[in-house]
């Protein structure tokens, strides 16, 4: 798993959890520049592969934290 930020192909992995049914979240830590990214991981059952997926924290935290709601009309009413 290349890290999202240097391209450095190491990274360690330092928490594992269930997510949806054959998806496994992780988080890892790059082991070049130290930066935290997430990835989630899900089984293709026809393959039998493992597909992964990479989020980044800035960008997903903030949608997170909104609850999903348009940045617009939170800046206008909690900004």
Same mark, same amino acid.
């Not at 290349?2 to 997510?19: D, E, I, L, Q």
């Not at 992780?26 to 520049?33: G, L």
């Given at each position: 798993m290349? /890290?999202?930020?240097?391209?450095?192909? %190491?990274? %360690?992995?330092?928490?594992?959890?269930?997510?949806l049914? =054959?998806?496994?979240? !992780?988080? !890892? #830590?790059? /082991? =070049?520049?130290? !930066?935290?990214? %997430?990835?989630?991981?899900?089984?293709?059952?026809?393959?039998?592969?493992?597909?992964?997926?990479?989020? !980044? =924290?800035?960008e997903?935290? +903030? #949608?997170?934290?909104?609850?999903?709601?348009?940045?617009?009309?939170?800046? %206008?009413?909690? +900004?």
């Open positions: 290349n /890290c999202p930020y240097c391209n450095n192909s %190491k990274s %360690k992995v330092v928490h594992t959890a269930s997510w049914e =054959n998806e496994v979240f !992780r988080v !890892r #830590v790059c /082991c =070049n520049c130290g !930066r935290v990214f %997430k990835t989630i991981e899900q089984v293709d059952p026809e393959t039998e592969s493992i597909i992964a997926e990479k989020e !980044r =924290n800035e997903k935290g +903030i #949608v997170g934290a909104a609850g999903h709601k348009p940045l617009e009309s939170l800046r %206008k009413t909690h +900004i």
